[in-house]
């Protein structure tokens, strides 16, 4: 039931003049001795997520980089789906519980996925809950397991962690978006933090010009003489689109002729998808300055770049976020961001870079209006924004922070303290290349390098949790 999937030729050249220059470097070294490793992502879809994006252009790159790697999606069919959604759901902390059924659907399943891993690879990066299961099914064989979570499981329903821990004590490392997010107990020895992050050279981050991007849009109905702000998520209520339509609604009292766009991917492994696709047209029915589009109605990544490059304020206004991946693609942009504070949200616009971050409805829309009314500020705050996304939430550190991974994995090295060696945030793992621009910190007489004064002031507070790193 595995089924690879096709990516295009990627070159890390390419990145040149638009990633750091010392990043590319250090991760060519890297790369340099990973070269002829056989490298395997596995997850739930193709498309509809960020986690397929992210592998859209990770897996050109490692074969640029001569590791030879594939990506594969499991199986399923929708019965399985909705189990691993409430799977999903629950490790996200929601009140609910799976039944002896459902369980069978899942582990039967993972082991039929199972038995088509045939191949022969190093390391084998397994993605989220969906394909959790199938390590213990399959063994780990000569390979090197890891399991990157991307959503936020630092608070999951009881049960259903419990459930998901049976399938995870073999795996050689796990990878968090941020330390905040691993859950009790975690039975994995080898924990590494690392946020991800986007490609800019992807077709919805490249550069468009304005008149293209305005044509785009225009083409399917948005008209750029009024003011626009946009949510680009999936249709998922911890995304809170019914949330972004009330704030709206608030500042359209102000700002009569104010349009909202609410663009949306449906996912193969987002079943709820649906429902709340439905719930938001009838919400939005009645107003025709309300436009709501998904991928299969013609709404693409080209069209999402448009949207995110020309709307007058970015809208993330997530309730739990994994990291929130549209807000450095709006960022780097140059489009200001209004967000929940929510997951890794927070760490993107760091400092009071980017945007504005907000708890409700009504500071929701009074973070928009503000805006709205500020031109300066909007330019100001996108300006900064994009700069901190170019020196820390661009593709080629996401790679190097997982080639480094992979190269301890593969010489059977321990876990080193977060900050030796390579200069790394102990705080949200990233790589920090050039050390004119970073924040520093010092600790029982060793200084640490930081992202921004937020992750200083976090290692400050509880400096012990941050350097137990286990190995």
């Known amino acids: 039931m595995l089924q690879a999937v096709d990516v295009g030729e990627r070159s890390l050249s390419s990145y040149e003049g638009v990633a750091p220059s010392a990043i590319l470097e250090e991760l060519r070294q890297t790369a340099a001795g990973l070269r002829g490793a056989r490298v395997l992502h ?4 193709p498309y509809g997520g960020g986690v397929s994006e992210l592998l859209r252009s990770t897996v050109p790159l490692l074969n ?11 199986g399923g069919d929708s019965a399985f789906f909705d189990v691993t959604k409430k799977i999903h759901n629950g490790l996200q902390g929601a009140d609910l519980e ?7 659907r899942y582990e039967a399943t993972a082991q039929t996925n199972s038995l088509d891993l045939t191949e022969e690879y190093d390391i084998v990066f397994i993605h989220d809950p969906q394909p959790a299961a199938i390590l213990p099914f399959h063994g780990t064989g000569n390979a090197r397991w890891v399991w990157r979570c991307h959503i936020d499981t630092g608070q999951p329903n009881p049960q259903i962690w419990q459930y998901c821990r049976s399938f995870l004590g073999d795996y050689d490392a796990a990878i968090f978006t941020m330390a905040e997010f691993v859950p009790p107990d975690f039975p994995v020895r080898r924990l590494e933090i690392m946020p991800p992050a986007i490609d800019p050279l992807s077709p919805k981050n490249m550069p468009i010009a304005d008149s293209m991007a305005r044509q785009i849009l225009d083409w399917i109905g948005v ?22 339509i009330a704030a709206y609604k608030l500042v359209r009292e102000q700002v009569p002729n104010l349009q909202l766009a609410l663009v949306g991917s449906m996912a193969l492994d987002d079943p709820e998808g649906w429902s709340i696709y439905r719930e938001v047209e009838r919400a ?25 490059r020309l709307s007058d304020v970015a809208v993330q206004k997530s309730i739990r976020e994994g990291f929130g991946l549209v807000v450095s693609e709006s960022l780097w942009k140059g489009t200001p961001v209004v967000a929940g504070r929510a997951g890794g949200i927070p760490l993107q ?12 409805i009504e500071g929701c829309a009074t973070a928009i209006l503000g805006l ?66 970073v924040v520093v910190g010092s600790h029982e007489g060793a200084d640490y390098f930081f992202c921004s004064e937020l992750c200083r002031s976090r290692f400050l507070m509880e400096p012990e949790r941050y350097l137990q790193r286990r190995s």
């Open 284 to 308: 939005s029915a009645s107003d025709p300055l309300i436009h709501v589009f998904t991928n299969l109605t013609g709404v693409g990544n080209i069209e999402v770049n448009a949207f995110q």
């Open 98 to 104: 799976l039944t002896t059924a459902e369980k069978s």
């Open 42 to 45: 596995v997850n739930a879809t």
């Open 372 to 437: 709205l009314r500020d031109p300066e500020r909007r330019r100001e705050l996108g300006e900064l924004g994009r700069q901190r996304v170019r020196e820390h939430f661009l593709l080629p550190r996401l790679l190097l922070n997982e080639l480094s991974l992979v190269r301890e994995l593969l010489q059977g090295r321990p876990a080193a303290p977060v900050g030796a060696g390579e200069h790394r945030d102990p705080v949200c793992g990233m790589a920090v290349a050039d050390l004119r621009t």
């Open 64 to 74: 640029d980089l001569g590791i030879l790697s594939d990506w594969k999606i499991i």
């Open 223 to 244: 008209r750029l003489n009024r003011p626009l702000i946009t949510q680009v998520s999936r249709f998922d209520s911890w995304k809170d689109p019914m949330g972004v």
């Open 349 to 360: 616009m760091s400092d009071g870079v980017g945007g504005v971050l907000v708890d409700d």
